[in-house]
């Protein structure tokens, strides 16, 4: 590259000077000095992250998300889950999930048990709260007692109200006796065994729900209620146009809990129903656990595990768009 110079006076000898152009040249070797030591240092930088964040990666891969894929593959095979040779028979699982009587059948009882489970709770959990949200004496002993089943095993808990519900000799029964109606098979009788799950769900389930709404009543401020007796709003006028706004946020939340935990409920129907009678009760998470650990067709169990994530993350979003109308936050 050219340069110009000029004579010392001082040697008498041509000194080159740099042109324009080397200038140039000598920056943009600076800049990319810089970008690359920048890159260097953002390269270590991720690098530490990921030594850190790698304890819980590495189960994360391992127990989640490789067995999720996995699933996703069996669901496309005909594998009996002992045999180590299997084909690949494509969408045929999913296309006899559809056409089978059972998984409709199953696919209704979902639908009916998680709104017969999610509605009560919710309703009972915010009635509950509006009693005891308030500091009195014995409220602490109250919301205790509503609560506790909540950290009670769910197995427990089965069995306890399987003898509630027993035909011969239950709770029920004998306490209808004495009015003098006649014994209910409440278990054996498919009109009945699914109110029976249901009412044991709800009873479970209360307790958290009172306890996470009585915190949102409590950060409810006061001068909010002030002002509307001020007005002279009528109590039922405060709870529609200030409480239930304002705890919005938290009804949605628990709105979109006990609809997932129902539509993954299985150890009271595993233990009160078994599915039965005649598949009344079964689900589609306990049609899962019958065609995977009963009939060993794990094809077809992979695709069944696979619907019930595409039914609970399509209701998700569908109940995040309705809270993105509805939800005051």
């Known amino acids: 590259m050219p340069n110009d110079g000029k004579y010392d006076d001082d040697t008498t000898k041509f000194v080159t000077v740099p042109t324009y152009d080397v200038h140039i040249q000598l920056r943009k070797n600076f800049i990319m000095k810089i970008n690359s030591h920048a890159l260097s240092h953002s390269i270590s930088e991720k690098l530490k992250v990921?030594?850190?964040?790698?304890?819980?990666?590495?189960?994360l891969l391992t127990f989640w998300i490789v067995p999720f894929g996995w699933s996703i593959y069996i669901s496309f095979t005909d594998w009996d889950y002992i045999s180590p040779e299997y084909s690949y028979v494509g969408f045929e699982n999913y296309q006899y999930m559809i056409e089978d009587s059972y998984f409709t059948e199953a696919l209704y009882n979902t639908f009916v048990f998680s709104l017969g489970v999610v509605i009560p709770t919710v309703m009972l959990g915010l009635g509950f709260a509006l009693l005891?949200?308030?500091?009195?004496?014995?409220?602490?002993?109250?919301?205790?007692?509503?609560?506790?089943?909540?950290?009670?095993?769910?197995?427990?808990?089965?069995?306890?109200?399987?003898?509630?519900?027993?035909t011969k000799s239950g709770l029920a029964n004998l306490l209808l006796g004495k009015v003098g109606i006649a014994p209910i098979p409440w278990l054996e009788s498919g009109d009945t065994a699914m109110t029976v799950v249901v009412i044991v769900t709800v009873w479970q389930a209360v307790g958290w729900t009172m306890l996470f709404?009585?915190?949102?009543?409590?950060?409810?401020?006061?001068?909010?209620?002030?002002?509307?007796?001020?007005?002279?709003?009528?109590?039922?006028?405060?709870?529609?146009?200030?409480?239930?706004?304002?705890?919005?946020?938290?009804?949605?939340?628990?709105?979109?809990?006990?609809?997932?935990?129902?539509?993954?409920?299985?150890?009271?129907?595993?233990?009160?129903?078994?599915?039965?009678?005649?598949?009344s009760t079964r689900t589609l998470l306990y049609l899962f656990y019958q065609q995977a650990f009963e009939q060993y067709d794990m094809g077809p169990a992979a695709a069944t595990s696979l619907i019930i994530l595409a039914i609970t993350g399509v209701l998700t979003l569908i109940n995040t768009e309705m809270g993105k109308r509805w939800i005051y936050y």
Not at 136 to 158: E, K
Not at 264 to 276: N, S
């Open 132 to 166: 005891l949200h308030k500091n009195f004496r014995g409220s602490q002993l109250y919301r205790a007692v509503i609560f506790s089943p909540w950290i009670t095993p769910t197995v427990a808990v089965s069995i306890v109200w399987s003898w509630v519900f027993e």
């Open 213 to 279: 709404f009585i915190s949102a009543l409590n950060k409810i401020p006061e001068s909010l209620y002030e002002a509307s007796l001020i007005d002279g709003c009528s109590p039922w006028t405060r709870f529609i146009k200030i409480t239930l706004p304002l705890i919005s946020p938290t009804t949605f939340f628990l709105i979109i809990v006990n609809m997932i935990n129902s539509v993954q409920a299985f150890d009271q129907f595993q233990i009160l129903t078994q599915g039965g009678p005649s598949g």
């Open 50 to 59: 990921l030594l850190f964040i790698a304890p819980l990666l590495i189960p």
